[in-house]
């Protein structure tokens, strides 16, 4: 259902209108995370959704930089 959630157009910020992805900025990074703990209180999101969304995220071709900034924000929550 993360395919679901990711097509969403709250997530548009993604894509460009070629569907090449974006840069994923602080401010997105930020947005991902405050998004993630939505979906934790609505599905009660597990470790391993939430590696399913890192996934998706990664297969979504986001940059090494981006994944890391990501990662940094999840790693804040905990």
Known sequence: HFENILDNHQFSFM????????????????????????????????????????????LHKLSKNDLLQFNACLRDRN
């Open 15 to 58: 894509k460009n209108e070629s569907g090449v992805n974006a840069s994923l900025e602080i401010s997105k990074c930020i947005f991902l995370y405050k998004a993630l703990m939505q979906m934790k209180n609505i599905m009660c999101t597990s470790r391993l959704e939430e590696e399913n969304l890192y996934l998706t995220l990664l």
